[in-house]
């Protein structure tokens, strides 16, 4: 079995998509610390202002810096999805041709997930967004939440250690990071456990965006507005695998 794991964040790029593909299973790393300014509540668009791209987002309620994702609580009193659905009318003026179908979609699911929500953690609507994200795509996701597995691991567990001691946990064969986090892994523990160590390089591969120069790196939303879900995940396979 290949595990993956993984912070859950808002409507991820290709590569976080990437990773998913290429595992059996997926834990959702949601007791790790909610970081401000990162991927957690927001990701990146096109703008059809003087920048070329910009964030859209999930407000958040005030929380203490050390609290952790799970823990983190939506902000409903803001008409949230209506805003984040208006600042999408970039890809309706540049003819995207699947903008129509990506904004129901978008809609249905939205509504949804803060219809669902019984405690309005971010880390339930994060996890429903994948599971929609996922299937629109016809992408398998086996996954699993990492707070509600009850895993009995060590106390004193470094960032580099998570990864190990849950594969050993799950007796998992592989475990596949994405490159940001070589460096936080020890190869020779992992092959002493007997798991092989895969870093996942993704391939970003360029696509029309109606618009001279490409930008790399936007949410899937970016990728389905100009590709069908099918060519989407075509552009989700283009990864290479290296073993550590």
Not at 67 to 90: E, H, K
Not at 159 to 168: D, M, R, S, T
Request: aromatic share 12%; glycine share 4%; net charge negative.
């Amino acid at each position: 079995m290949r595990l993956g794991m993984m912070q859950p964040y808002f409507f991820p790029y290709i590569g976080y998509f990437s990773l998913i593909h290429a595992t059996d299973q997926w834990v959702v790393f949601d007791t790790a610390q909610y970081m401000r300014r990162a991927w957690v509540n927001r990701n990146r668009v096109l703008c059809c202002g003087t920048e070329p791209w910009k964030y859209v987002r999930v407000p958040i309620q005030n929380a203490a810096r050390n609290t952790s994702i799970r823990d983190i609580r939506i902000d409903n009193d803001q008409l949230w999805v209506n805003d984040l659905i208006a600042q999408l009318d970039a890809y309706r003026l540049a003819r995207a041709p699947n903008y129509q179908a990506v904004v129901d979609w978008l809609w249905s699911t939205l509504s949804e997930a803060v219809r669902m929500s019984e405690t309005g953690r971010i880390s339930e609507l994060l996890v429903h967004l994948l599971e929609s994200t996922c299937y629109y795509i016809d992408l398998p996701f086996r996954h699993q939440v990492f707070s509600q597995m009850q895993l009995s691991l060590p106390e004193e567990t470094g960032p580099g250690e998570w990864a190990l001691q849950v594969a050993k946990s799950l007796n998992a064969a592989a475990y596949i990071n994405p490159p940001g986090g070589r460096d936080l892994f020890d190869p020779q523990a992992f092959a002493d456990a007997g798991i092989q160590l895969k870093i996942l390089e993704p391939n970003l591969l360029e696509y029309s965006q109606g618009r001279p120069d490409f930008i790399a790196g936007l949410s899937i939303i970016d990728a389905l507005m100009w590709n069908s879900p099918h060519q989407t995940r075509l552009l989700i396979e283009q990864y290479s695998l290296d073993t550590i």
